[in-house]
């Protein structure tokens, strides 16, 4: 039962994002320290980036990068479009590393060294662990993003701090 609803909730919600925005929110999380297991605002891991960059714009996402595998559709890297999930082998063998594709060969994404930051996907490093990539967003241009407010009043502080 579960499953079905989650399976709702992110084709309803998703509805209300777009790729741009999704990329907008996320690029605004830059420089925000890593920590493994902490989904605080200024401080989160992989999944948490991802799953509070996805909330901000309407869609509800699962907490671990594991559950997070299980959302979506494959698309091939040849397909790959801003917003979609890109996982990777780095720790432990099956997805343990998540990031948000940006466009032009680049993620976003929370590190361990330096915390939530640009890369290149066809960096050696990326390159060799890659898994999938997954297409949460549907295929045509939706309406404007669902934003909570404390989320943009968040996001507006920290931005005006740095």
Known sequence: MRGRFLVFFLVYSTAYANPGNLVLTALSYMERPYQ???????????SAFVQRVFMAN??????????????????????LREGDLLFFSTY???????????GNGKMVHASESTGVTVSRIDEPY?????????????????????????EIADLIHILANR
């Open 36 to 46: 493994f297991g902490a989904n605080e605002l200024y401080r989160l891991d992989c």
């Open 58 to 79: 309407g869609i509800r996402m699962p907490r671990t990068t594991e559950e997070q595998y299980k959302v979506g559709k494959v698309v091939s890297l040849a397909e």
């Open 92 to 102: 432990k063998k099956g997805p343990s590393h998540v990031g948000i594709y940006i």
């Open 126 to 150: 990326w390159r060799g662990r890659f898994l999938l990539a997954k297409r949460v967003l549907p295929q045509t241009q939706p309406q404007a993003p669902v934003h909570t407010r404390d």
